[in-house]
Nanobody, 116 residues
């Protein structure tokens, strides 16, 4: 499984961005997926997760009500709609896929920078 993130950029506080994570390879084996982020000098943290069918989602408290995770299995793509962005959302955002058997795959990351 290969994962490629896109959609990052430099925006002002209060703006919106939509990240995408395109999966290729053995996509039929993908179960849960999620978005993570890592700010400079900090550990990688979970942002949001979504089950295989998209019926259940969960969010970090810091992004609840502002971010929405979704996935389109027909397009093998997961999304993260980010609204009301704050400077503290600045980080490299990574997508993660868990496949049957429990193995994890990660994308290369996309930079999100929010200026105040």
């Amino acid at each position: 499984v290969q994962l490629v993130e896109s959609g990052g950029g430099l925006v002002q506080a209060g703006s919106s961005l939509r990240l995408a994570c395109a999966a290729s390879g053995s996509t039929s084996s993908i179960n849960a997926m999620g978005w993570y982020r890592q700010a400079p000098g900090k550990q990688r943290e979970v942002v949001a997760g979504i089950t295989s069918g998209g019926g259940k989602t969960n969010y970090a408290d810091s992004v609840k009500g502002r971010f929405t995770i979704s996935r389109d299995n027909d397009k093998n793509t997961m999304y993260l709609q980010m609204n009301s962005l704050k400077p503290e959302d600045t980080a490299v955002y990574y997508c993660r896929a868990v496949v049957a058997g429990g193995r994890n795959y990660w994308g290369q990351g996309t930079q999100v920078t929010v200026s105040s």
